[in-house]
């Protein structure tokens, strides 16, 4: 049970305990109605037999004259049976049932001189016997009651106990379910706030709450969030600074590079091949300063006056001119608000990671879902696997080995600054398989609809 979730645990405790709580109730009261019930019944039905035993006793005493007359009137009142053995003679009276069947024990007690009263059941009919000696008259005096009222009665209650018990459980299992979403509703809400942090939205904070048990979550999640957000702007002021800083020496270096590369040819056959190493690492240095600059400036920034109307598609076509128009796939032009700069950035890094580590551009799409602008980017490499599908997009991440060439001169940063822009824009990034293989990355932005 412990595998099954908390809120169906939480309903199912409650259903149990709701079902354990009616049934005791419905058994006590079905004990002690039926009990009180058939006391009365009984002590009715002596009563009734022995003032009918009276009757009897005095028509006997008369010498039997009218007798059958008077036990056809006592079975016609009470709608009973009797049975009077008088010096071995039987006389019975009453259709509904035959109460020569009767027990012989019963009977036997009641020859014997002993007063005796049972309840059992003759033809299908559920009776209460009664059975009087009459010493007087050395008879003996038998009546039968049927009990079909109370046998209905019975059967009522117990369906009326037994629904009321499951109705018990099963407002129990709807009590739990309100009971475990609205004691979980906090923890969804911290769930949701972390879920946004992980995505990268450290402003995210927990509201203000009046409920004393759940002021010190709040107050600590939103104290970690803060502190959290505090150390990522400083580091990445910090790397801001940095790549700032490196780039004046950088600058110097690459011009310094560009004289030695216009001199190579001059130069012995070992240092030319170590120039061109350098050369190759310098400006793999270049690139990491340049993005590094973008990203400080991106997470700094909070200026949205640039954004503007962009037709989608023609912002595509414009970053890739030179692609072949096999690959170009225009199903829809919408139209996007969005920073023009930083939206050709994130197409041209999706182009360069599809040629760089995915074997190849296969499609670029603009397509339109459900109100959501969308561009689909198709590759013709291994795919990404499905566990490392969110970690690709992340600061200095370069992907499995399958989808990076030794020649492979990125930082793991041009994915970071997609996600990064893209969620400037309110819209989500992300990739999946491509459908006969390969990876496609999908960038999906709101889409201006009026």
């Known amino acids: 049970m412990s595998r099954l979730p908390l809120r169906t645990r939480v309903m199912a405790w409650f259903s149990l305990v709701s079902l354990v709580v009616a049934g005791v109730l419905?058994?006590?009261?079905?004990?002690?109605?039926?009990?009180?019930?058939?006391?009365?019944?009984?002590?009715?039905?002596i009563r009734q037999a022995k003032g009918n035993a009276r009757l009897v006793t005095q028509v006997l005493e008369r010498g039997s004259a009218g007798l059958d007359e008077l036990l056809t009137g006592l079975v016609a009142e009470v709608e009973s049976a009797v049975l009077l053995v008088d010096q071995g003679d039987l006389i019975v009276g009453g259709n509904s049932v035959d109460p020569t069947r009767l027990p012989t024990a019963f009977l036997d007690m009641v020859r014997n001189g002993r007063p005796a009263h049972q309840r059992t059941v003759l033809n299908g009919i559920p009776v209460q016997a009664v059975g009087l000696p009459l010493p007087a008259k050395a008879a003996t005096y038998v009546e039968v009651s049927p009990m079909r009222e109370m046998d209905r009665t019975f059967r009522f209650l117990s369906w009326l106990l037994i629904g009321g018990t499951l109705v018990s459980g099963l407002a129990g299992a709807v009590l739990g379910r309100w009971a475990a979403t609205h004691s979980l509703r906090p923890l969804r809400q911290v769930t949701d706030a972390a879920a946004e942090a992980a995505r990268g939205d450290l402003s995210v904070r927990l509201p203000a709450t009046g409920d004393p048990d759940l002021i010190p979550l709040a107050a600590a999640f939103n104290d970690t969030a803060e502190r959290l957000q505090q150390r990522v702007a400083r580091d990445t002021r910090f790397a801001g600074d940095v790549s700032h800083e490196l780039r004046s020496p950088l600058t110097t270096m690459l011009n310094a590079m560009s004289v030695l590369h216009r001199r190579s040819?001059?130069?012995?056959?070992?240092?030319?091949?170590?120039?061109?190493?350098?050369?190759?690492?310098?400006?793999?240095?270049?690139?990491?300063?340049?993005?590094l600059l973008e990203i400080s400036r991106g997470d700094q920034d909070q200026d949205y006056s640039t954004f503007e109307l962009v037709d989608l598609a023609g912002l595509v076509q414009a970053t890739g001119p030179t692609l072949p128009e096999s690959v170009l796939d225009i199903e829809a032009r919408p139209w996007v608000l969005a920073d023009r700069r930083r939206l050709e950035r994130v197409v041209a890094n999706l182009l360069d990671n599809a040629g760089r580590h995915g074997?190849?551009?296969?499609?670029?799409?603009?397509?339109?879902?459900?109100?959501?602008?969308?561009?689909?980017?198709?590759?013709?490499?291994?795919?990404v696997p499905e566990e490392a599908r969110e970690h690709i997009f992340e600061r200095f991440a370069r992907g499995s080995p399958a989808r990076r060439e030794a020649t492979d001169s990125g930082a793991g940063l041009g994915l970071a600054l997609v996600t990064q822009h893209v969620r400037r824009h309110h819209g989500h990034a992300w990739v999946e398989a491509r459908p006969g293989g390969g990876a496609r990355f999908v960038v999906e932005l709101p889409e201006v609809t009026d």
């Open 359 to 383: 074997g190849g551009l296969v499609r670029l799409g603009v397509l339109t879902r459900e109100d959501r602008a969308r561009i689909e980017v198709d590759d013709a490499g291994p795919g």
């Open 265 to 291: 040819a001059e130069l012995p056959a070992g240092t030319r091949q170590a120039v061109e190493l350098l050369n190759t690492d310098l400006r793999r240095f270049r690139r990491m300063v340049d993005d």
């Open 26 to 45: 419905a058994l006590a009261t079905w004990h002690l109605s039926t009990g009180y019930m058939l006391d009365q019944r009984e002590r009715s039905a």
